[in-house]
């Protein structure tokens, strides 16, 4: 890292930054930082305002002081995006039970799903589905007037059985609609938010976490946060990828500040994509069309799903859907049928009629129309598939306490949930709609967590550089001699993952990318602003989010190419069965200078022995 | 899809285009002004990919706010040929002037600018919270749902697609 710039005061810490190019903003006098709220003081702090963020903040905040830290608006999180449902066995169509959503879950996960963990999510699904109804979530429903259910991906009756009813849903707008309730009673219970405040530091001292460190983008100052507990709900990292269903925002900031900091990160190998998103731009085509009665199918309009999955069908879990459009594609019978990268195949939902999909499946109509200029009740949608969620992520008890290792020693007053947390309920392969489960679910037992935790402990005293580690860092970035493009870096990174660390992966691939992304990350550490002023540098926080997308792709790279089996989402071409003698363990990786060192973690298989897997 | 994954698009439907955007940084100007930006892309890529290219491979200082890229979250709310519209829900082809004329990107009108295309929303936000934007009821938290017919859902229908843009005119979605 550059020689810093910055001076310390005796008696203050002094918060500015200094270089070439950014304003300074000197902060001399005493104390001076007090009246200039360059330091709040908090019970609890959030970080990131998606549905695990929200959640937890509505049950810390009933009894804390607590603060919610996002670089977005809160509403215009990614949980917003999320399209077909929210499981949960209540039964209000066909027969229902947790237990089977609970098995599916594990058997999705192809047995790395913890399986108490599991049963909690399906067993606390259901009341969590109510709480959100009676907080106001315009579901959508049945005739008789309760809440109407959907099928999904790889949700079944009686453990495997046929498809089963259990995805709560409103329109193709799901995610969208439990974002703003939550948002609305957050405001309700008067939580403080920070908008667009970037978190760049995290306070973590002798396993014991208080607070903070962030860059408010409005201004460029650095601002910290003192608090008794932290949670990190920073969402997915879908942005290492060339073709991904994420936003712009998801880059992972939460795990890869962590990693920075000796915290391990547990099964990054396990990466899921998608079948659907839209050809070349990867925009997500909810798994409900399927639910509804969509159909795949190649270029001779066959429904190819019944050669791979012939009980489950198109319904199977993304993972086998994924794969088997690939496997179309390579043979020749993806539409182009020129087996490239950019082939496809074709989602057909016409036979559903145009009111079905008004009513049920808007949003994908609309989609459908502004970006292929097709209407999906007259024509097939082109559809491949797009990078999407990060089973992996920063390891966590029940109650999202994040753990030190593989023995469950736990850090104190340090907290992760949402997909940028690993429980693990999603083992190796998540199911449709059980993100939303698992922000709800885990989002509120976090919280509640949080709240008890607070009020036992003690506030650790800041020091007075506590801020060093985010001047430095800016600092790094901003000043002295312009350095490579990052641009150059970021499309290379997003090129080599979505190309050989994909769908499927060998030895070579993964090799060399784990070289390559060691290379770029030296790159990196040259990289400079170009220019610019402090308000709003959307620059900088660009170059920021680069670093973390590069430290998450290393070790989800590394870790793939450590595992040698096939499980889930992770296909080796050149181990293609799943191994669970020596492989039936999380993989927990620390980042070390220039590499990561590998450890492993027992997976709870209590309650069902693993078993081949087949739909 | 980055604004720069041209080896995988097709070379020929390549289009030159000009985008003239307001430009200002409250640190450095004293009023607004214009800037002209060539740039080569598809014409059925996004309004927004052409405003990544811009960023990512002329001028890196240019400030507009981004995330979700399909039109959900509401970010990049701005003022295109005099509309208001989201970059990412604007398909280049859709906004080609006849004339040849550049393509004019203006931040949206009465907010204050903050730098470039980006306005302050704070005021937005105070009102929501003013009009108590949430289901007010007394009823305890129960362990069911409550009973609620298709055609009562239907009635508020519209109203639970706003995704908080503040300048629109029609009630949903640009």
């Known amino acids: 890292m550059n020689k810093i710039h910055h001076t310390l005061q005796q008696s203050s810490l002094n918060l500015t930054c200094k270089s070439m190019n950014f304003i300074v903003k000197e902060i001399t006098a005493k104390n001076n930082f007090l009246e200039n709220h360059l330091i709040h003081t908090f019970d609890a702090v959030i970080v990131g305002a998606g549905g695990a963020g929200l959640y937890a903040a509505l049950e810390a905040s009933q009894t804390t002081k607590t603060a919610v830290i996002s670089k977005l608006y809160p509403i215009r999180s990614h949980t917003g995006a999320a399209q ?14 947790p237990e089977w959503h609970a098995f599916d879950t594990v058997k999705g996960g192809d047995y790395l799903t913890d399986q108490d963990a ?22 959508n429903r049945t005739p008789e007037g309760l809440i109407d259910q959907r099928r999904f991906g790889g949700h079944t009756r009686n453990f495997g059985e046929s498809a089963v009813r259990r995805a709560c849903y409103a329109a193709d707008r799901t995610g969208h609609m439990i974002l703003q309730t939550l948002y609305q009673q957050c ?23 208080f607070g903070v460190v962030t860059l408010e983008l409005r201004t460029g100052d650095i601002h910290v946060f003192h608090s008794k507990a932290v949670l990190f709900a920073t969402g997915g990292t879908g942005r290492m990828f060339r073709i991904t269903s994420n936003a712009y925002a998801n880059t992972g900031d939460g795990p890869a500040l962590l990693l920075n900091k000796g915290v391990p990160l547990e099964d990054m190998e396990f990466y899921q994509f998608h079948p659907t998103g839209i050809k070349g731009m990867g925009i997500l085509i909810t798994e409900g069309v399927r639910g509804e009665g969509g159909i795949l199918r190649n270029r001779d309009g066959e429904r190819f799903m019944e050669r791979y999955t012939p009980t489950l069908l198109d319904l199977a879990p993304r993972d086998i859907v994924a794969r088997s459009i690939v496997k179309e594609i390579r043979e020749g019978r993806g539409i182009k049928g020129d087996t490239s990268i ?47 969620y990060a089973m992996g992520g920063i390891p966590t008890d029940i109650y999202g306490r994040v753990l030190k290792n593989g023995e469950g020693h736990l850090y104190e007053g340090l907290y992760a949930a949402g997909e940028c947390a690993c429980i ?66 970021r499309i290379e990174l997003q090129n080599l993952m979505m190309e050989k660390v994909g769908i499927f992966r060998n030895k070579k691939d993964m090799l060399e990318t784990v ?10 550490s040259q990289v400079k602003i170009a220019h610019g002023t402090s308000a709003f540098n959307t620059h900088l926080l660009d170059i920021l989010e680069l670093g973390n997308l590069l430290d998450l792709a290393y070790i989800t790279a590394f870790s793939a190419r450590n595992r040698k089996e096939s499980r889930g989402a992770h296909s080796r071409e050149d181990y293609p069965k799943r191994n669970d003698d020596e492989w039936l363990k999380h993989t927990l990786g620390w980042l070390e200078e220039d590499s990561i060192k590998i450890g492993y973690k027992t997976v709870d298989i209590s309650r069902w022995k693993p078993k081949p897997r087949k739909y | ?14 289009m030159q285009i000009t985008l003239e955007i307001q430009r200002y940084d409250p640190q450095k100007d004293t009023k607004v002004f214009f800037k002209k930006y060539d740039i080569k892309i598809n014409p059925n890529d996004r309004l927004l990919d052409a405003l990544m290219k811009v960023k990512q491979t002329i001028d890196p200082t240019l400030g507009f706010r981004k995330s979700c890229a399909h039109g959900v979250c509401g970010s990049d709310a701005m003022v295109v040929n005099g509309v208001e519209r989201l970059a990412c829900k604007t398909l280049i082809k859709d906004v080609i002037n006849k004339d040849g004329s550049p393509i004019k990107i203006e931040p949206l009108r009465t907010l204050p600018i903050q730098k470039d295309l980006m306005v302050d ?49 029609r009630p949903a979605r640009l």
Do not use: W
């Open chain 1, 118 to 139: 599991a049963l909690i999510l399906a067993e606390e699904a259901v009341q969590a589905v109510y709480d959100l109804e009676n907080r106001g979530l315009p579901f």
């Open chain 1, 84 to 97: 077909g449902g929210i499981s949960a066995a209540l039964g209000n169509i066909e027969e229902d039970k």
């Open chain 1, 424 to 489: 693990s309920v999603h083992g190796a392969n998540r199911l449709g709609t059980n993100s939303l489960v698992d922000l709800i679910v885990f989002g509120r037992r976090a919280g509640q967590n949080i709240a008890q935790f607070v009020q036992g402990s003690d506030r650790v005293p800041l020091k007075k550089d506590q801020a060093r580690y985010a001047q430095e860092l800016i600092s790094a970035k901003t000043g002295g001699k312009l350095g490579p493009n990052p641009e150059d870096i």
């Open chain 2, 1 to 14: 899809m980055e604004a720069k994954t041209e080896k995988i698009l097709i070379r020929g439907s390549y």
């Open chain 1, 187 to 209: 405001i309700k219970n008067k939580v403080t938010f920070f908008d667009e405040f970037h978190v760049i530091d995290v306070l973590l001292e002798e396993q014991r976490c």
């Open chain 1, 515 to 524: 070289e390559r992304i060691r290379e770029l990350r030296q790159d990196y």
């Open chain 2, 121 to 169: 929303q704070t005021r937005f936000f105070e009102h929501y919270r003013q009009v108590k934007p949430y289901f007010v009821n007394k009823e305890p938290i129960d362990k069911k749902e409550r009973i609620q017919t298709q055609a009562e859902r239907e009635l508020f229908d519209d109203g639970t697609k706003c995704i908080l843009v503040r300048p629109v005119i």
């Open chain 1, 342 to 388: 950019e082939d496809f195949v074709h989602l057909d939902a016409t036979h559903l009629g145009k009111d079905t999909i008004e009513a049920k499946l808007p949003d994908i109509a609309d989609f459908c129309r502004t970006y292929l200029g097709i209407d999906p009740a007259e024509k097939p949608i082109p559809v491949q598939p797009t990078a999407h």
